[in-house]
Every structure is written in C-alpha cells, then in structure tokens.
C-alpha cells in the first residue's frame, strides 16, 4: 500500500507543476498580445500626448478650449442664416418667411433672394417685425431682375410704400421709409403674374436696419471761381459731407440773374457780360456754400455737319446741318434739337426721331 501513496503524491505534485508552467506561459502570451495591440497608456503625473495643431491653440488660449471647437464648425459652416443675410452689420432684426416659395440666401450675392423663379402666379415674401422711434426710418438695399408683370413690392403694416412695385433689371438701389413711433412690419413680396419670367425672375434684398438718417454737417463747392460765355451752359459740382448723409437734396440762388441763373441741377447759364454769386443749399441742416461766376462775352455760333442714328448699329441714320449755341459742351444730338434748337435738314421725319429716341437711341 505504500508503493502506490507515494505513486499518488507524485502524481499530484507533477499536476500542480503542470498547471503552474501552464498558467504562467499563457499569462505571458497574453502580455505579450496586450504589448503588441494595446495602445500606449501614460501614467497619472505624467505630460500628456498633444496634436501639435491643439498644442499650438492651447498655447494661445489655455483656458478655453471650447472656442476652439467654436472656430472650427465656423470655419466649416459657410453658409449664412437669414438673419444674417437680410440685416445690416451689426443688425439684430429677426425675419420670417413663410409659404411654398420662401426666400433663400444667396452666399455668392451676400443677400437673400426669392424662390419663385419661373412659377406662375405666385408669391415669395420675407417679413420683419419691430419697435420704431418717432423720426427713426427703415433703410434697405434691393436688386430686381424681371419682366413686366413681375414685381417686388414692399409693404409696411400692409399698406404698399412702392406704388406697383419695381420691376425691370436694376443694380442694387437703396431704400428708406420714415417710421413713427410703434410696432411696425414690412413685407418684401416678389409676386408673379402667370406668363412672363424674364431676366433673372428674381428679387434681392439686404442690409436692412431701422435708425436715424446720417444727418448732412457741411457743402462745398469743389470750384469756387467759374467762368462761362453768354448763351452757354456750365455745370457746376460740389460735395456733402458726411458722403453717407441721408438727405443729399439741395438748392440754388444766384446773386443776379440778370448776369447768370441757374437751375435745380446745378447747371449755370451766361446772360451778360458781368459778375455773380451762386449760392448752394442743403435741405437737410441748411447748410450753405458759395462760388463766383464770372460771365464773358458771347461766342459765335458754331455751324456742323453731322449725323444721327436711328439704331445702335448705326445702319439707319440720316446726315444733317446742327446749330449749336453751345458747342463748348459735349451733348446728345437729341437734346441739342430739343433744348437748344438744333435743326435737322436731311431726310427723316421728326415723328420717327422723336420715336427712336424715346427708345433710347441717339
């Protein structure tokens, strides 16, 4: 019986060996797995692994990293909202646009737009609503490209500012309303009639703001000494300060108009030898300047032989013998007959010239 005790206690002490050498070989290819795929940890206290790019912000602004983020997605998202579009720098308007055809920003125009392009009977509005100040007005940019019948029409607390609206293909033109005191909307609606779909087809509007005007502080003229024959035209020109002013209107007086006038465009004309003052006025501030207009003798009337064009190629045109008490001043042949006289002794009759110049050929 003895033989076999110690038979069995060796056997024992063999299975224990074994399971040791075999646990320990694969506790070392585990490791050894772990050391080749496991990413590389650090340990508590020691500097941390940083991307160079975020390293190069941090260093920048190491108490806030969130801004960062921030500008990343900004850089990422291109694209502007509507307010953002529709509202001037610095603006806070919040706009609303509803409907099958709302309108759209256009990033390439910085602006938003209507979406009804080419869709018959149809309307494409952008609204805004706000709190006024007595005297405070309404400013906006618009551009329209379209055909009659298709027209951008503005409204402020429903009642339409623009007549029928505006039509055509015009660059972009600034707009103002004077505001009273309340709460007031304005709708831009770009309505369409069921045929024409000319141009672009298409209403654009932006920088919109409601504030005080920029109010004129000073005029000048930009020559102060004139000099013009009798019977002849000059025009004179001047500039308002600041350029953004609001109001640009102004108005004219001359001293002695028995020596030179002049009319509501600035434009002086010589009656008789002598000497004058010409006196320029805003209406915004009345603010004032002065020029001296000194008026020669007259000079003889110049005699040409010309020709006129009735279309843009200028295959249909007539010559003709022109008077031009005027001849030191460049000037359309149209407005030469009409407002100096010239005559026209081709042939040609005066209803189609007239014609072709409304037109707006010359």
């Given at each position: 019986m003895k033989p076999k005790r110690r038979n069995w206690a060796h056997r024992m002490v063999a299975c224990v060996l074994a399971f040791v050498l075999a646990f320990g070989y694969l506790g070392a290819q585990v490791q050894a797995v772990d050391r080749r795929t496991a990413p590389e940890t650090q340990e508590i206290g020691t500097e941390p692994v940083w991307d160079e790019s975020v390293a190069a912000v941090f260093a920048e602004d190491p108490n806030n990293l969130t801004d960062c983020g921030n500008e990343l997605?900004?850089?990422?998202?291109?694209t502007p909202t509507l307010d953002e579009a529709l509202n001037a720098p610095g603006g806070d308007l919040h706009f609303v646009t509803e409907g099958d055809y709302p309108w759209v920003v256009d990033s390439e125009e910085g602006c938003a737009k209507s979406s009804n392009y080419h869709v018959g009977d149809s309307t494409s509005a952008v609204s805004v609503t706000f709190t006024a100040e007595e005297g405070q007005y309404l400013f906006f940019d618009y551009r329209v490209s379209s055909m009659w019948g298709d027209y951008l029409k503005v409204s402020l607390d429903g009642?339409?500012?623009n007549g029928d609206g505006w039509y055509g293909?015009?660059?972009w033109t600034s707009g103002a309303y004077v505001l009273t005191a309340g709460e007031h909307t304005v709708t831009w609606a770009y309505t369409k009639d069921t045929w024409n779909n000319g141009s672009l087809d298409t209403a654009f509007l932006r920088n919109v703001q409601v504030g005080f005007p920029v109010p004129v502080e000073n005029v000048a003229f930009l020559d102060r000494d004139v000099t013009v024959a009798v019977d002849r035209t000059l025009p004179l020109t001047w500039q308002i300060a600041p350029e953004d002013a609001f109001r640009q209107e102004v108005t004219f007086s001359s001293s002695d108009e028995t020596v030179a006038t002049i009319d509501a465009q600035g434009v002086v004309?010589?009656?008789?030898?002598?000497?004058?003052?010409v006196t320029i006025t805003t209406v915004d501030g009345g603010h004032t300047d002065s020029c001296t207009?000194?008026?020669?003798?007259?000079?003889?009337?110049?005699f040409f032989r010309g020709w006129v064009s009735f279309d843009p190629a200028g295959v249909s045109s007539v010559w003709g013998d022109f008077y031009d008490w005027y001849p030191g001043r460049i000037t359309p042949v149209s407005e030469m007959k009409d407002t100096f006289g010239a005559e026209v002794l081709g042939t040609g009759s005066m209803a189609t010239y007239r014609w072709m110049r409304a037109a707006g050929f010359t």
């Open positions: 997605q900004a850089e990422t998202d291109e009642e339409y500012q293909v015009h660059d004309t010589g009656v008789n030898a002598g000497e004058c003052t207009v000194s008026v020669t003798p007259a000079n003889p009337t110049a």
